[in-house]
Nanobody, 125 residues
Framework: QVQLIESGGGLVQAGDSLKLSCVASGPTSSTQTMAWFRQPPGKEREFVVVNLYNGGRTIYDNSVEGRFIMSRDYDKNTAYLQLNDLKSEDTAVYYC??????????????????WGQGTQVTVSS
């Protein structure tokens, strides 16, 4: 069984940066693909970024590309999300997700088996 635990959220001002962490327990074979989603207040969960372990392919949503950076420490089975130049519209609960396999439907929440509890990011303007 895999558990994902996020941390690093907080209240920041527009233009600030934050770094989120997602520590995965369990075998790395279960977390070949890791992703970040977010759920803004009153909205549905939306895709942010995904990374495939084998080959390291990383794909960002257009809304965050150039501002957010996803990285992974495979030895620690941990994923990170560096959030730069934060905007008020980035306010959301950020979730880490993982799957044992890659899918072309990586933007769909239903493609992931494991989820963290979420960490709140609030950006004041």
């Amino acid at each position: 069984q895999v558990q994902l635990i996020e941390s690093g959220g907080g209240l920041v001002q527009a233009g600030d940066s934050l770094k989120l962490s997602c520590v995965a327990s369990g075998p790395t074979s279960s977390t070949q693909t890791m992703a970040w989603f977010r759920q803004p207040p009153g909205k549905e969960r939306e895709f942010v970024v995904v990374n495939l372990y084998n080959g390291g392919r990383t794909i960002y949503d257009n809304s965050v590309e150039g501002r957010f950076i996803m990285s992974r420490d495979y030895d620690k089975n941990t994923a990170y999300l560096q959030l730069n130049d934060l905007k008020s519209e980035d306010t959301a609960v950020y979730y880490c997700a993982a799957s044992a396999t890659w899918t072309n439907f990586y933007m769909r929440a239903s493609s992931y088996t494991y989820w963290g509890q979420g960490t709140q990011v609030t950006v004041s303007s």
